[in-house]
């Protein structure tokens, strides 16, 4: 059973334009969601993370929204770079909880010139 | 320069023949986990260390097995490779469990190709 359901598969967007991708989790004991930010041949590293606590965390172009009623939470890209094309994986996990992370599948973007 | 160091990054080996895939942190972090990186399952936990001689199994256990003599060391040991063990695989490592949840820094990663 899937814990974080992440969405899309695979995402293309022209530079400048905003990239959005979304999560869904379902253990309400979840109270801290990171995005991790991969590129080919390298291991996933912290993007940005928020806690339920608030509902939106800014960091430069990267911004994450949450929604604690919905159980969901979604990362935004703006003004996307070619750089910024890599694989993004959001996670959850609760505190006490060993640091263990359950990842979604993970989102392919592709941001075109 | 702080790392998680894996090796060997690419192996392509044998139904059966044991094998290792050591991982090193020089950050002095307690706890280390193994995950693998599947296409379309993301990274599920494999095992997990909290501190020396401290192991306990995460989600896909089965067919590994791992020892944290070190605090600095996590091997990931494959005592019969099976071809569904074909994966990418990464160690991490991060300041401390339990409350706080610190980030955890990936190794490289390292791609292992059972035949």
């Known amino acids: 059973q899937q814990q974080v359901k992440q969405s899309p598969q695979s995402l293309i967007v022209q530079k400048g334009g905003i990239s959005i991708i979304n999560c869904a989790y379902e253990n309400t004991a979840f109270d801290y969601f990171p995005w991790y930010q991969q590129f080919p041949g390298k291991g996933p590293a912290l993007l940005i993370a928020i806690r339920p606590d608030v509902s939106e965390k800014k960091e430069g172009r990267f911004t994450i929204s949450f929604n604690k009623s919905a159980k969901q939470f979604s990362l935004h890209i703006m003004d996307s770079q070619p750089g910024d094309s890599a694989t993004y994986f959001c996670?959850?996990?609760?505190?006490?909880?060993?640091?263990?992370?359950?990842f979604g599948a993970g989102t392919r973007l592709a941001v075109h010139p | 320069e702080a790392q998680v160091t894996q090796n060997p990054r690419y192996l392509i080996t044998v139904t059966g023949k044991k094998l290792t895939v050591t991982c090193s942190q020089n950050?002095?972090?307690?706890?280390m986990s193994w995950y693998r990186q599947d296409p379309g399952l993301g990274l599920r936990q494999i095992y997990y260390s909290m501190n020396v001689e401290v192991t306990d199994k995460g989600d896909v256990p089965e067919g590994y097995k791992v020892s944290r003599k070190e605090k600095r060391n996590f091997p990931l040991i494959l005592e019969s490779p099976s071809p569904n063990q074909t994966s990418l695989y990464f160690c991490?490592?991060?300041?401390?469990?339990?409350?706080?949840?610190?980030?955890?820094?990936f190794g490289d990663g390292t791609r292992l190709s059972i035949l």
């Open positions: 991490a490592s991060s300041p401390r469990t339990g409350f706080g949840n610190q980030p955890q820094h």
């Open positions: 950050m002095n972090h307690e706890y």
């Open positions: 996670a959850a996990s609760k505190s006490g909880g060993y640091n263990k992370l359950i």
